[in-house]
Nanobody, 125 residues
Framework: QVQLVESGGGLVRAGDSPILSCAAS????????MGWFRQVPGKEREFVAQ????????YYADSVKGRFTISRDNAKNTVYLQMNRLKPEDTAVYYC??????????????????WGQGTQVTVSS
């Protein structure tokens, strides 16, 4: 089992640059590729970004490419999502997730084995 806890969400203004964190515990963190997803009410969970187990490769949804950056610190068992130039349409519950899959990219939520509880990010215009 891997337990994931997100933090860093809240109410922000358009153009702000908050950072989300996801702390992992349980199994060896470096065994897992990590992803960030987001979801708004009434819609399916949407892929945001992925980072491979060693941080060598990252992959982004077109909607956030160039604005968001995913990174990880395996020594701290933590993955981050730096969000820049936020827009109101970025408003969602953001989830981090862990996958044992070695597929790259892994943008399908079904490929992920463990999920955090989510953190709300609300972007005001």
């Amino acid at each position: 089992q891997v337990q994931l806890v997100e933090s860093g969400g809240g109410l922000v203004r358009a153009g702000d640059s908050p950072i989300l964190s996801c702390a992992a515990s349980g199994r060896t963190f470096s065994n897992y590729a990590m992803g960030w997803f987001r979801q708004v009410p009434g819609k399916e969970r949407e892929f945001v970004a992925q980072i491979t187990w060693n941080g060598a490769f990252t992959y982004y949804a077109d909607s956030v490419k160039g604005r968001f950056t995913i990174s990880r610190d395996n020594a701290k068992n933590t993955v981050y999502l730096q969000m820049n130039r936020l827009k109101p349409e970025d408003t969602a519950v953001y989830y981090c997730a862990a996958t044992r899959s070695r597929n790259y990219p892994s943008a399908d939520a079904d490929e992920y084995n463990y999920w955090g509880q989510g953190t709300q990010v609300t972007v005001s215009s």
